[in-house]
């Protein structure tokens, strides 16, 4: 795989600050590594996973019953199930690619995350009523049309999320939950961005280097706990930052919500003193982005997974050999 550096967007570093080695080159591609930022890649891993996630060990067989069971249960509750069992599962940057070609990561893998490809198989296993639909279902929600690198969906403000929103896999929920307090930003897009050495680094033809300005629902920062109890479980929260125009993304971050005990969670794979998936009091969180001050964090979307229609759902074409 050619060797890029590791680009200039953010996830959201997970952990307390703790002392950085120099930054490494990185030579994984795609929506996971826009996801990546300076800050969160100098990080060192301070606690590793104590014990196997809930996949390990289960035999194929075992697996197969696990995702046909109670296939036809509301889809919230099938998404705590399956999240709940990647937690402790380790991170690792961009653990998914095509198999071959540009990025010959697996397809499919769960022995390690990251924040995105956690949702994207947690939802794929989720909506799946046998283990044969689990590939089509994943494959379906990180392509627009076909299973290609140049045709994955990287960037999430112009391809990740507009795409699952079209097929009827997400609906934003942001100002039904925040109400008054939701305001419009947008994510804007342009010929300069993709000069920039970090949008470059994506290897993208300039047929697929898309420019335009994308409107987005925020929940302001500093208003999220003031709404967090009103958010159903299953839920995606999406981290965004401001927009610079350099930077090809300001979602940084996502990961599902939970509710439990009276205090609300985000299960999400966390990268940094996790180093894995957790389930983390969302105050804490959100008070720890709320300190970042080079590329500010300026709030939140939410987003429900849904069960697409076969007309809105489609398929995923694969190129002629």
């Known amino acids: 795989m050619k060797v890029v550096a590791v680009l200039a967007a953010a996830l959201l570093s ?3 600050a703790v002392p950085t080695p120099p930054e490494d080159v990185d030579t994984r591609r795609g929506a996971e590594v826009l996801l990546e930022s300076p800050s969160a890649s100098k990080q060192l891993a301070t606690a590793r996973p104590v014990k196997p996630n809930g996949w390990v060990g289960l035999s194929a067989e075992a697996r197969a019953a696990l995702v046909s ?3 036809d249960a509301p889809l919230a509750g099938r998404l705590l199930r399956m999240s709940e069992r990647f937690i402790n599962t380790p991170y690792v940057l961009s653990p998914l690619g095509e198999g071959q070609g540009v990025d010959p990561d697996p397809t499919f893998r769960l022995d390690a995350v990251d924040c995105l490809t956690f949702v994207e198989q947690s939802m794929a296993l989720s909506l799946a009523g046998s283990e044969d639909e689990v590939a089509p279902l994943l494959e379906r929600i990180r392509y627009a049309s076909s299973p290609t690198y140049e045709d994955r969906n990287h960037l999430m403000e112009a391809q990740w999320l507009p ?7 997400l609906t934003d929920v942001t100002r039904r939950y925040a109400g008054d307090d939701a305001v419009t930003v947008t994510k804007s897009l342009t010929k300069v961005t993709w000069q920039s050495r970090s949008s470059q680094a994506l290897g993208l033809p300039k047929a697929q280097q898309v420019v ?16 967090a109890r009103d958010i159903p479980s299953g839920t995606i929260l999406v981290v965004m930052r401001e927009d610079l125009p350099l930077k090809a993304t300001r979602i940084t971050h ?7 005990k009276k205090r609300t969670y985000l299960r999400h794979a966390s990268r940094g003193g996790y180093n894995r998936v957790v389930d983390e009091d969302l105050e804490t969180f959100l008070a720890r982005n709320g300190r970042y001050s080079k590329w500010k964090v300026t709030g939140v979307s939410l987003f429900e ?16 050999p």
């Open 14 to 16: 997970q952990a307390p």
């Open 69 to 71: 069971e109670d296939a």
């Open 163 to 169: 795409n699952n929103i079209r097929k009827g896999f």
């Open 212 to 227: 335009g300005t994308y409107p987005l629902n925020m929940l302001p920062l500093e208003r999220v706990m003031a709404h």
């Open 254 to 260: 996502l990961g599902f919500v939970v509710q439990r």
């Open 305 to 320: 997974p849904r069960r697409p229609d076969t007309a809105s759902g489609g398929s995923v074409a694969r190129p002629v």
